[in-house]
Structure formats: C-alpha cells, structure tokens
Nanobody, 128 residues
Framework: QVQLAESGGGLVQAGGSLRLSCAVS????????MGWFRQTPGKEREFVAA????????YYADSVKGRFTISRDSAKKTVYLQMNSLKPEDTAVYSC?????????????????????WGQGTQVTVSS
C-alpha cells in the first residue's frame, strides 16, 4: 500500500516561514511526481506546487511563486514545501499527493485527477 503523512504545519505570523514535510511509505517514491494542494472550508482544493520524480522540473501556482519552494529527497522518501513570506491568505489545510505518473509533460500538475494517493493534511494558519 501507499501512505502519505504530512507534518510541519502550525501557527505563524505574517511574513514568517514554515517547512512542510510529506513522508511516503509503500511503493517506489522516486518513480512518481508529487504535488501539494491546499483547501479552506467551503472552497475547492487549490493547487500549490508539484515536482516530477527526478526533481528536474517544478511547478507553482502564481499565488505562491517566488515564495514557496518544493523539493524532494528520494533517499528519505520525503517531499518538502518550504513556505516563506507567508500571508494570511495562505491559511489552509495543506495536503500532499502522489501522481499516477512520473512527470507532467502532458498532464497539468494542477489537475487533482492526476493524483491517486492523498495525505490527511496539515493545518497552516497565518496570523496578521
């Protein structure tokens, strides 16, 4: 089986930073793309960032580009989301997801159906 477990969420003041981690257990981590999504109550899940299996390509939502950085450590089977210059509008439950594929050449990383496994999420709250 494949399981994803997020950690690193918490409360931070605007302008601060947090580093989220997503530990993957089960099948080969390095063969699949990974993504981060976020969701607030009553709203649709929003794409945040994605990375292909090799780590050579990364993708970001316009709202976080320049502030967030996605990375992966295949040896540790972990994907990270470094979040800097946080804003109150970044407040959400952040979930990691494993793609059905190794990359995103013909599959937009922002499309939820690209992913087959999802973590439970970790709460990120940014205060003013």
């Amino acid at each position: 089986q494949v399981q994803l477990a997020e950690s690193g969420g918490g409360l931070v003041q605007a302008g601060g930073s947090l580093r989220l981690s997503c530990a993957v257990s089960g099948r080969t981590f390095g063969d699949y793309g990974m993504g981060w999504f976020r969701q607030t109550p009553g709203k649709e899940r929003e794409f945040v960032a994605a990375i292909n299996w090799s780590g050579s390509n990364t993708y970001y939502a316009d709202s976080v580009k320049g502030r967030f950085t996605i990375s992966r450590d295949s040896a540790k089977k972990t994907v990270y989301l470094q979040m800097n210059s946080l804003k109150p509008e970044d407040t959400a439950v952040y979930s990691c997801a494993r793609s059905r594929y190794s990359g995103y050449a013909t599959r937009p990383p922002s499309t939820p159906t690209v992913y087959d496994y999802w973590g439970q999420g970790t709460q990120v709250t940014v205060s003013s």
